[in-house]
């Protein structure tokens, strides 16, 4: 598609249920990213999807978080047993790929799909 | 321990005026620097860029300049205009390491008051 797509844009949970985000990346692109940015915070990154290779997962922030990749396109991030501190808003961002010049860098969003877990 | 650190949580400019948006890093590893804007209940949208190679970048109203003895980058904006409120937020990269995308400062809100 021409942006990157997210799935839900508002997601209200209860506490304990499980949830699942969806991301459709840029056409073509092979880095896929989720972040999340809860209220007064910066962008935390949680894991990274390069092409075919193993994901980096070093930013999830439990084993509670996981995320797939199918077919190198869209990903869906899951969280399970939701807490209430899992509340924020979870973007999504594709880039074109390392080793493909300065634009490898530039990673384009999503709007997010903002998680309230009451 | 926050690698890219933006001081200012918010910054208020009057329209006309320019718009001096600050940040830092501590990782020396960092070679590449890019500022995003993002506008409430949208994504974040890519900005300007800058490479460790490069002290200045210029693009129409927007410049970033990068002072890597101090580790330190701006963004300024002139003039400033009213659509120009939004957060912006700057982000780093070690380009050489790959896997870990951008490190996102917190941001700074920018007002543009007429």
């Known amino acids: 598609g021409a942006g990157v797509s997210q799935s839900p844009s508002n997601k209200v949970t209860e506490k304990g249920k499980d949830v699942e985000l969806r991301c459709d990346p840029i056409?073509?692109?092979?880095?896929l990213y989720w972040y999340r940015q809860s209220l007064g915070q910066g962008l935390e990154f949680l894991i990274y999807?390069?092409?075919?290779?193993?994901?980096?997962k070093s930013g999830l922030p439990s084993d509670r978080f996981s995320a797939e990749r199918t077919g190198g396109s869209v990903s869906t991030l899951t969280i399970q047993r939701t807490q209430q501190e899992d509340s924020a808003v979870y973007l999504c961002?594709?880039?074109?790929?390392?080793?493909?010049?300065?634009?490898?860098?530039?990673?384009?969003f999503g709007a997010g799909s903002r998680l309230t877990v009451l | 321990d926050q690698q890219v650190k933006q001081n200012s949580p918010s910054l208020s400019v009057q329209e006309g005026r320019i718009s001096i948006l600050n940040c830092d890093y501590t990782?020396?590893?960092?070679?590449?620097f890019l500022w995003y804007k993002k506008y409430p209940a949208e994504g974040p949208t890519f900005l300007i860029s800058?490479?460790?190679?490069?002290d200045k970048n210029e693009d129409g109203r927007f410049t970033v300049f990068l002072n890597k003895s101090a580790k330190h980058l701006s963004l300024h904006i002139v003039p400033s205009q009213p659509g120009d409120s939004a957060v912006y937020f700057c982000?780093?990269?070690?380009?050489?390491?790959?896997?870990?995308?951008?490190?996102f400062g917190k941001g700074t809100h920018l007002i543009i008051q007429p």
């Open positions: 961002a594709s880039s074109p790929g390392l080793g493909q010049s300065s634009g490898a860098n530039v990673l384009t």
């Open positions: 056409s073509g692109h092979t880095a």
């Open positions: 999807f390069q092409g075919n290779s193993a994901p980096d």
């Open positions: 990782n020396s590893m960092f070679d590449y």
């Open positions: 800058i490479s460790s190679i490069k």
């Open positions: 982000a780093a990269k070690n380009s050489g390491g790959g896997a870990d995308g951008l490190t």
